[in-house]
């Protein structure tokens, strides 16, 4: 799922059923805005690897959701 595609309204039903952090959250927002890992960072001045960590498990929890709405 390429996140920068997505409609508002796919977004918004995203991160209410996804139960984000505020953090991951944040991220999601910026993915969805089309920034890059890198530039996600120098905004959330948070370390690359730490912003890829939580991409992870951003990743997981929508992953999560498509299972159990196919369920």
């Known amino acids: 799922m390429k996140l920068s595609k ?12 996804a139960n984000f952090t505020t953090e ?3 991220i999601f927002t910026f993915l ?3 920034f890059s890992n890198k530039e ?3 905004k959330t001045c948070l370390s690359l690897r730490t912003v890829e ?6 990743k997981e929890k929508i992953k999560r959701l498509e299972v ?4």
């Open 6 to 17: 997505l409609t508002k309204p796919e977004l918004e039903k995203i991160k209410s059923n």
């Open 24 to 26: 991951e959250e944040q």
């Open 32 to 34: 969805f805005r089309g």
């Open 40 to 42: 996600i960072s120098i």
């Open 53 to 58: 960590r939580r991409i992870s498990g951003i």
């Open 68 to 71: 159990s709405d196919n369920v």
